[in-house]
């Protein structure tokens, strides 16, 4: 069992920028794959973001891709999620997700569940 911590959120202006962290513990990661998800109110949880524990390629959501930034550091045990240029339509609930092995990008391929982050952009 996998266990994940949410940190970061808050509260920017838009244009601003924002580092979530993501602690993980329970057991060894290596063959893992990371991932956040955001959840805004009234609507399904989505994909933004997933990465290898190991490194490696990394996959983004459409609408995140060139302002947000996936990375992990294997000593820390610790996920982040880098976002930049922060928009009116990113603030959500920000989960980090793991996955045994990566094998989609939806919900259902992330076995364990941190609590989330509130990431609220003012315009």
């Known amino acids: 069992q996998v266990q994940l911590v949410e940190s970061g959120g808050g509260l920017v202006q838009a244009g601003g920028s924002l580092r979530l962290s993501c602690a993980a513990s329970?057991?060894?990661?290596?063959?893992?794959?990371m991932g956040w998800f955001r959840q805004a109110p009234g609507k399904e949880r989505e994909f933004v973001a997933a990465?290898?524990?190991?490194?490696?390629?990394?996959y983004y959501a459409e609408s995140v891709k060139g302002r947000f930034t996936i990375s992990t550091d294997n000593a820390k045990h610790t996920v982040y999620l880098q976002m930049n240029s922060l928009k009116p339509e990113d603030p959500a609930v920000y989960y980090c997700?793991?996955?045994?092995?990566?094998?989609?990008?939806?919900?259902?391929?992330?076995?364990?569940w941190g609590q989330g982050t509130q990431v609220t952009v003012s315009s």
């Open positions: 329970g057991r060894t990661f290596g063959g893992y794959a």
């Open positions: 997700a793991a996955a045994a092995t990566l094998r989609g990008l939806t919900v259902a391929d992330f076995g364990s």
């Open positions: 990465i290898p524990w190991s490194g490696g390629f990394t």
